[in-house]
């Protein structure tokens, strides 16, 4: 929990939240899109509608070019009270015919200015000869003039084409396109903001839940989970996890509690014998050997409790990789453990499919708890020649193997059969034996952590079966 609450201290007061963040670079990155599109749009739009103008003012000036190069063509041709004279006046262009030396024959509607270039044009003697200026100041307005000799020194025409309206159209083009800009950035912000608050929602529930599993170090709190994405799952992940938390700092409780118990006999037993040590030479030599004896079996049976707890505390953990294990191999090698430690047969029969996965050393220590508790309590095992019987069979499902030991010895009461996997547990005709009452606890933990279930039944003729199943998911 220190880890974890370390975890949650790191973030910092003033950074922005997750929700913040998102709805921030949503409004950027939206922003930057517009402001790109918008830019390369109106610069598309606003170069088609140049080009365009120019298009068509070039086009006015070749048609008049070719007008006067095939016909010959006086001023009064052009007039404004000429027949035809729309022909060289098309919409939005204006028209102003000078004499041969310059002046203003026919002025234009708005008149147009003339220098030593268009004069020149007027004298020249090729028709078709052009001069053209750029951006001319007509008033208040901007035209593009185009100055075309009619030839022989008969004078020249000048056509001009106002781009003022078109400059004021695209600047007004110009003007929507940052409005609708601004206003596409502000809607992606409202948009982001809703869909990051949305979207964090649920982790926002998260956290909290997480803030209060530290200040409160309660592991059993509800963690609302919602939806199949990304969050949902986390939800569901930091569900298991607390409950897996719950459940282990429940066991370690338990634990403690049950050993603390189980703990107090030897240790007073202990304290009382060693309290007589003080008056050993006062006891007879009889007395002396036996209160040794007492001593050495008690803190042969303390070793054995406490390695017993270290056992059931590790096969709490499921921190063992889980691997292809054959259990008639593990069965077979605790035997000959077992053959060499008590003297006792111990057999092994194997049938069917018996390799699955799970952890090894974890079965090893629950195949060994058994056949123990075999040969402790089928003391006449040695001399009737009755072995002790490993059997392993598999599969009555998939993945499945099932481990049963088989001894001789007086069975067990119907009364303690529910309760023989119990911690600490032991029935009253066993209490006068030496062991802590764990070692089938430990056969239940593991079969548990592999998916399977422990089972005692008794035997027909005599004895007992206990053993466990390997579900084959641990």
Known sequence: MGRLARLLRRRRPGLASLGTTFAVSFAVVTAAVTVLVGILSYSAAARLVRVDQQTVFDEVVQDLRDEVRQHRMAPADFSSSAPGHDLVRPARTDVQVLGPDGSVVDPGDPGLP??????????????????????????????????VSLGGGRGAVQVAQEFSDTEDLLQALQQRTLILMAAVVIGAGLFGWWLARRITRRLVVLTDAAEDVARTRRLGIDVPVTGYDEVGRLGRAFDRMLGRLAQSEEDQRRLVQDAGHELRTPLTSLRTNISLLRRIDELPPGAREELVADLGQEARELTDLVNEL????????????????????????????????????????????????????????????????????????????????????????????????????????????????????RAADARSLPGSGLGLSIVREVALAHGGAPFAVRREGGGMVIGFTVGGSG
């Open 114 to 147: 003339v220098v030593d270039a268009d004069r020149d044009i007027a004298a020249a003697s090729t028709a078709g000869q052009v001069a053209e200026h750029k951006d001319v100041d007509v008033g208040s307005d901007v035209y593009r003039v185009a100055t």
């Open 310 to 425: 270290v056992d059931l505390a590790a096969g709490q953990s499921d921190t063992e990789p889980t691997q292809r294990v054959d259990i008639a191999d593990i069965a077979e090698d605790v035997a000959a453990v077992a053959r060499r430690r008590t003297g006792r047969d111990v057999v092994v029969r194997a049938g069917g499919e018996t390799s699955t996965q799970a952890r090894p050393a974890m079965l090893t220590r629950a195949v060994t708890n058994l056949v123990e508790n075999a040969a402790k309590f089928d003391r006449a095992a040695g001399r009737t020649g009755a072995p002790i019987e490993i059997r392993v069979s598999g599969p009555a499902r998939a993945g499945t193997v099932k481990v049963e030991v088989l001894d001789r010895g007086p069975g067990i009461a119907d009364a303690d059969l529910v309760r023989v996997f119990d911690r600490f547990y």
